[in-house]
């Protein structure tokens, strides 16, 4: 006899979102029905799965060691589910990512994707600015901020810092200016649109008021850290943008310090999920639940 398919699809939830008004919310149901959920899958198995807290839920031993059998099914079930079922149309899944993003984030990883749903082709477009009205000629958007829609959700990815940033050969060249953070005499790279200014950085930071002067503005923040790699001045980027050209040595901290990021990058989708944006949304969660931005403290 198999268990009941709501209960493996409740458990899976409260396992992955770590609470059950979380996975409630995912399923578009009651706490008490996830609640029952859990209780008639127990019951089942005769095993206890959670122990419930005010923190969340916490999974035992036995349910650690369920968790793989059930995530492996259903996203197996899924993905045949769409293979052999889903419409002609619905194989292309059109997505608009901002340009900082796509290249230093999902380009590299979209191999991944491709393997585990080779049955969708990706429309890809990268852009500077989020769209006026999301969603009307993608299915899917990652973008530096949003505009409000009434028929689209959005969802903020990850907490960002800001952190100020320069070539190797740069911070040589002015090292006693950057050690005290007396920047007024030097150049500096300022990406358009941003509302975070250097006031607010130093600021924070406890710095000295003095900022640099802005001596080149450029569209976006991945022509930014060329720029600043290429020693054109110092540069604000926020962490998770930042972090592999500062793994790679490409760019390195100017001046110690972060400010967290008010802005932030959205994933968006219509309110009404098809299965190939599901998929998707699955995935891309997987992939920035691991991320960790750098950083840098005083």
Same mark, same amino acid.
């Given at each position: 006899? @198999?268990?009941?398919? *709501?209960?493996? +699809?409740?458990?899976?939830?409260?396992? &992955?979102? =770590?609470?059950?008004?979380?996975?409630?919310?995912?399923?578009?149901?009651?706490?008490?029905?996830?609640?029952?959920?859990? !209780? /008639?899958?127990?019951?089942?198995?005769?095993?206890?799965?959670?122990? &419930?807290?005010?923190?969340?839920?916490?999974?035992?031993?036995?349910?650690?060691?369920?968790?793989?059998?059930?995530?492996?099914?259903?996203?197996?079930? !899924?993905?045949?589910?769409?293979?052999?079922?889903?419409?002609?149309?619905?194989?292309? @899944?059109?997505?608009?990512?901002?340009?900082?993003?796509?290249?230093?984030? @999902?380009?590299? *990883?979209?191999?991944?994707?491709?393997? *585990?749903?080779?049955?969708? &082709?990706?429309?890809?477009?990268?852009?500077?600015?989020?769209?006026?009205?999301?969603?009307?000629?993608?299915?899917?958007?990652?973008?530096? =901020?949003?505009?409000?829609?009434?028929?689209?959700?959005?969802?903020?990815?990850?907490?960002?810092?800001? $952190?100020?940033?320069?070539?190797?050969?740069?911070?040589? *060249?002015?090292?006693?200016?950057?050690?005290?953070?007396?920047?007024?005499?030097?150049?500096?790279?300022? +990406? !358009?649109?941003?509302? %975070?200014?250097?006031?607010?950085?130093?600021?924070?930071?406890?710095?000295?008021?003095?900022?640099?002067?802005?001596? $080149? %503005? #450029?569209?976006? /923040?991945?022509?930014?850290?060329?720029?600043?790699?290429?020693?054109?001045? #110092?540069?604000?980027? &926020?962490?998770? +943008?930042? !972090?592999?050209?500062? %793994?790679?040595?490409?760019?390195?901290?100017?001046?110690?310090?972060?400010?967290? /990021?008010?802005?932030?990058?959205?994933?968006?989708?219509?309110?009404?999920?098809?299965?190939?944006?599901?998929?998707?949304?699955?995935?891309?969660?997987?992939?920035?639940? %691991? $991320?960790?931005?750098?950083?840098?403290?005083?």
């Amino acid at each position: 006899m @198999l268990p009941p398919l *709501k209960s493996l +699809v409740a458990f899976e939830a409260v396992a &992955r979102l =770590g609470s059950i008004g979380a996975a409630a919310r995912e399923l578009h149901v009651t706490q008490a029905a996830v609640s029952l959920q859990l !209780k /008639s899958l127990e019951q089942f198995l005769g095993a206890t799965l959670c122990h &419930r807290s005010q923190r969340g839920v916490t999974l035992t031993h036995e349910a650690q060691q369920y968790l793989p059998v059930v995530t492996g099914t259903l996203q197996h079930l !899924k993905v045949q589910t769409q293979f052999l079922f889903g419409e002609q149309q619905a194989d292309v @899944l059109r997505v608009k990512v901002n340009h900082s993003i796509g290249h230093n984030w @999902l380009l590299p *990883k979209l191999n991944d994707f491709a393997q *585990k749903h080779p049955f969708i &082709r990706l429309d890809l477009s990268l852009v500077d600015w989020p769209s006026q009205l999301p969603c009307q000629e993608a299915d899917v958007e990652i973008t530096n =901020g949003f505009t409000e829609c009434g028929n689209t959700r959005a969802e903020r990815l990850f907490q960002e810092n800001w $952190l100020m940033v320069c070539s190797p050969e740069f911070k040589r *060249k002015h090292t006693e200016e950057l050690a005290i953070a007396q920047l007024q005499h030097l150049p500096a790279i300022q +990406v !358009k649109g941003y509302e %975070e200014s250097w006031i607010q950085w130093l600021n924070h930071n406890q710095y000295v008021l003095h900022p640099p002067s802005v001596q $080149l %503005e #450029i569209t976006n /923040s991945l022509h930014g850290l060329q720029a600043a790699k290429y020693g054109l001045g #110092i540069l604000l980027v &926020r962490s998770f +943008v930042a !972090k592999e050209w500062l %793994e790679s040595g490409d760019v390195v901290i100017a001046v110690e310090g972060a400010m967290p /990021s008010e802005s932030a990058h959205y994933l968006i989708t219509n309110k009404q999920r098809a299965a190939k944006v599901n998929f998707f949304c699955d995935w891309l969660h997987q992939q920035y639940s %691991e $991320l960790t931005p750098p950083v840098c403290q005083r």
